[in-house]
């Protein structure tokens, strides 16, 4: 046996549900966990942080705590009875990166390996998942506190230029309105003085996995219905009180925007310096605008299996979980 072929059949299976913004992913991943025995691993560099509800579109699901002789044993977070991992646990004063996602996510595949169950990893943060899937090489760069408070006070547009000077690769695939990422991939190549990595070719020494990719692309004017449709649903339930409540809660305006869309429009309408009007359709031109860059990620990835139907996605899984 070819020794790659035998150190493939070690590997653990996952699933991995991918699509744009508004797509559906977010139940199709639970309707395949609840009919392959599975937990979802959360890939949304947003919805992993404590009071970004609405904003960030997350499941409305309730932590719950295991106990074993009437002592907790863990707390989990589920929605529709399927445990969600990675999400709505970290304070958003503090600072969650890929690599730390990285090495999280990989602890939670092998427990929840170990207890019989199917990972799926689902979300659009598509190098959060990619940094898992394929074993990606992150570099070890602390924060530069000096080095970001300069950057802090450049504009969006400035450090995007600045990135497509230095690293015009890694500018390609990011949010080029997100100063948080800007400032992150900025921060990474002056400290090293190289490029942001690409994804490294997987390494079969190491433990790496034998993935089943699922993505959902609906025609554009559908997406684009759904998504308006939706905007509008999350700020009649209050979205703008929730970024209200962040920011007495001690988040600044500057911090707020850097986390993009939902929290920067919604800010700069509760500072005053956009209209109720002004800020929906701004909003709603940059999420349209982001689900085309992480469609432009996605189709890059041959091994995505594009679905039309759930059934579909259901058949794909149960041939793929079939001994090998």
Not at 4 to 10: G, R, V
Not at 96 to 110: C, E, G, M, P
């Amino acid at each position: 046996m070819d020794p790659k072929s035998k150190i493939l059949n070690l590997k653990s299976k996952i699933l991995i549900v991918v699509g744009p913004t508004s797509s559906g992913k977010s139940e199709l991943a639970v309707k395949l966990a609840k009919r392959f025995n599975g937990e979802i691993i959360s890939c949304d560099s947003r919805q992993i942080y404590k009071g970004m509800d609405l904003g960030t579109g997350k499941v409305e699901g309730k932590w719950f705590v295991d106990k074993r002789a009437g002592r907790a044993i863990r707390q989990h977070y589920a929605y529709k009875g399927v445990v969600h991992h990675c999400l709505d646990y970290i304070n958003p004063r503090l600072q969650y990166s890929a690599s730390l996602f990285q090495r999280d996510a990989k602890k939670i595949i092998q427990d929840v390996v170990a207890r019989g169950k199917l990972p799926i990893l689902c979300g659009g943060t598509a190098h959060w998942i990619d940094a898992v899937v394929y074993n990606q090489i992150i570099p070890d760069v602390k924060p530069n506190l000096k080095l970001r408070t300069k950057l802090e006070k450049q504009s969006a547009d400035a450090l995007f230029k600045k990135l497509m000077k230095i690293d015009p690769h890694r500018a390609k695939n990011i949010d080029r309105y997100n100063k948080r990422r800007l400032i992150r991939a900025l921060e990474i190549v002056i400290t090293t003085g190289k490029p942001v990595p690409a994804l490294s070719t997987i390494n079969y020494k190491l433990p790496t996995y034998l993935p089943l990719w699922i993505g959902i692309n609906p025609l554009q004017p559908i997406l684009f219905g759904k998504i308006k449709k939706r905007l509008k649903q999350r700020l009649n339930e209050g979205m703008i009180k929730e970024v209200s409540q962040l920011h007495t809660q001690g988040l600044s305006w500057k911090k707020l925007e850097s986390f993009g869309l939902e929290y920067k429009f919604v800010s700069l309408f509760l500072q005053k310096k956009l209209s109720y009007d002004e800020m929906f359709s701004q909003l709603l031109l940059a999420i349209q605008h982001y689900t085309k860059r992480q469609m432009t990620w996605w189709k890059r990835n041959k091994e995505i299996n594009w679905i039309k139907n759930p059934s579909e996605a259901q058949k794909l899984t149960k041939n793929f979980l079939q001994p090998l």
